[in-house]
């Protein structure tokens, strides 16, 4: 499949809300599952990964009724949940596998996981080591680093970890395998990574203690069924903030996105660029933070990005490369070298896209130095099935002085079905 992408000069203007936070619908179907009671989610994100997630659970003998992005979960309580007949389908989704992992190795059953040909590709050794040094047998292509993966799970043993990798997966499926185990568990992590995970356990009835880098859980602690609202997702709504920084006498706004401290590296980023913007904080549900985005349409210098903040904003770095093509002076990405384990290496993958357009833009090890003041010329280019790289794809055409032919564009179903409606929506305000 292919779309046509047509430039188009016009400022953009306009309120928009974008769809719910993946991270945070994954984990709310997966503690609705494991709580006892009714648990209502409301403004879920109807998107393929966080469908594979909700499926996942029915598998396991969940009822779980979806009423578009309304969720309603009857939980029993993480004793209930049963052996899957069948493998499951995790299709593209790296935050369903190494969560579900964890929560898997502490259930007495067995089940198969398998994905899709990229997913198939990331490294799962992240979470299988920790996971088996808890008492999970878990097994698979390349002594169990690649899906497919056989897991057993059963008696867990609370560990203290520190975890090498900056990823909030690796964090997350030790603390839900803690969760499950005798015992506390203790994840450190040099690096803070998105919290979504931890605010959940305490929405949902559990204890968890946090102090400075070491985040502890106590196991067998039984959840209660609860209400979630997940706020909108900041890592669909930059597209559109870059989209209208990068093109001046734009003003756009975005309502009631999560803006979770440790989600907004963006909002820093296009600060430092010279970008206009301003956050009005609104409410706080379940321990996240809600507010409304404005951004106006400035001009934007080049600047540096590593270190701590790369975790605040690993998933808008393709986006916010094409940014830094338009802005005036060099832009250095670095220290962020996770993002070869995406659902493409985007460092190449984003280097060999924005090439392709005619931009300036060099690959190094654990990032990529941007040109900037480039002209986009157009093109041919594919998704590689990569819904970042095609919605960053999209905007490129906003700023190019040719069409881009985008091959693959179904992918962005997995974060943001209904990107192209709502893009259009904010272009055609304006005109
Ligand atoms: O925990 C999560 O929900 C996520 C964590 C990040 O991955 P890593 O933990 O692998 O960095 C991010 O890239 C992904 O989109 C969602
Ligand atoms: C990396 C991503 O997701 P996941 O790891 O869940 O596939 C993403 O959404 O950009």
Redesign the pocket.
Known sequence: MIRKLEPNYAPLAGEISVPGD???S??AVMFGAMAAGITKITNFLDGEDCLRTLEAFRAMGVSIQKQETDITIHGKGIKHLKEPHDPIDLGNS??TT??LLGILSGLPFHTTLFGDESLSKRPMD?VAVPLRSMGAKIDGREHGKYLPLAVRGGDLTSIVYQTP????????AILLAGLLADGQTTVKEKTV??D??ENMIQAFGGVIEKNDDAISIKGKQSLTGTDIHVPGDI?SAAFFLVAAAMRQESVVTIKDVGINPTRTGILDVLEQMGADIKMEEKRAIGGEPIGDITVKGSRLHGVEIGGDII?RL??EIPILALLASQASGTTVIKDAE?LR??ETDRIQVVVHTLSQLGINIKATEDGMIVEGNQKVIGGEVDSYGDHRIGMMIAIASLVSTNPIILHNPSCIAV?YPAFFDDLEQILSISS
């Open positions: 993946k991270s945070i994954h984990r790296g935050t190494r969560l992240r990798i900056k990823s909030a997966q690796v964090k997350s990574t998105r979504h995970t890592s975790p690993i998933d996770e384990y995406k974060s």
